[in-house]
């Protein structure tokens, strides 16, 4: 079994970077999930209540983070930590702190979106802990949404494909890493896991929402609601969830690259 994807989400809510090789850190992959939309209150805002955020391509360079989307001038973000005072902020349950960026790219936000928001970035000084029913007390994650990486095999997209009337891409799930695989949904029970030289551990399986049901070539939500109508008739678990690929926290650091064998070192029975 080899990694066949990696990928990185800079700016929640907005479209991924692929990549060829990453570095893994405590929370995740360089650069995931670093940057948020946040409302008046602080309150996290995502393409779940603005699908249109689901469009906006990121490109980073050695310097900047490049924010750009089909008929608006782009917005370029300074790499450097800002200087201002953090400010509390929500995801989810979780009150955290971040740094606004700046005013330029608050306006440019609110101006696409027709909302007053704010873009804040998570720094390296701040940390945001990981649900500790889940991780270990020093777990650490970025604006994900609770874990700092999402695994997801191919085998389990092809299955669910089959079964729709119109097949969906991977992006509609948002994975860090995609396997090749070969029985779907195995990564269920994956409980610890070597990917090249770096060891995760499978803390839960990810709950999925309507942020499935957008287009990320269209930011339009499907009529139907699919895949995740698909995904409840089989997926659906006691307690409500539908589950479709595995949360991950790193257990050591290095380099992830495409083509790397994945070992299971720990599967659940």
Avoid at 5 to 15: A, D, E, Q
Avoid at 59 to 66: G, R, S
Avoid at 140 to 162: C, K, M, T, Y
Avoid at 213 to 230: F, N, Q, S
Wanted: with cysteine; aromatic share 8%.
């Amino acid at each position: 079994m080899q990694v066949t994807g990696i990928n990185i989400y800079p700016v929640k809510s907005t479209r991924p970077i692929a990549l060829s090789e990453s570095e893994v850190l405590p929370r995740g992959l360089p650069w995931d999930r670093r940057w948020m939309l946040v409302d008046r209150d602080g309150r996290f805002i995502t393409a779940r209540q603005y699908p249109v955020l689901a469009v906006i391509e990121t490109a980073l360079t050695a310097d900047t983070l490049d924010i750009s989307v089909a008929g608006r001038e782009g917005l370029r973000i300074s790499l450097a930590e800002p200087a201002a005072q953090s400010v509390p902020v929500t995801v989810w349950k979780d009150r955290c702190e971040a740094v606004p960026v700046d005013p330029a790219a608050d306006a440019w936000f609110s101006d696409y979106l027709g909302i007053a928001c704010r873009l804040v970035r998570m720094t390296d000084q701040l940390v945001r802990r990981v649900n500790p029913d889940y991780g270990e007390p020093a777990d650490q994650v970025s604006f994900a949404d609770g874990f700092p990486l999402l695994l997801i095999s191919e085998a389990s997209l092809h299955d669910l494909n089959r079964r729709l009337r119109t097949p969906v891409p991977m992006q509609r799930f948002r994975p860090n890493l995609v396997v090749d695989g070969e029985r779907a949904y195995d990564e269920d029970s994956w409980r610890h896991i070597r990917v090249g030289e770096v060891e995760f551990a499978g803390v839960k399986n990810c709950s999925r929402c309507i942020f499935t049901t957008i287009d990320p070539h269209t930011g339009v939500k499907d009529a139907g609601g699919e895949p995740l109508r698909t995904l409840a008739s089989y997926r659906r678990r006691e307690g409500g969830g539908v589950f479709f690929g595995q949360n991950l926290i790193p257990r050591s650091r290095g380099i992830i690259r495409l083509g790397d064998s994945v070992q299971i070192l720990v599967q659940q029975s």
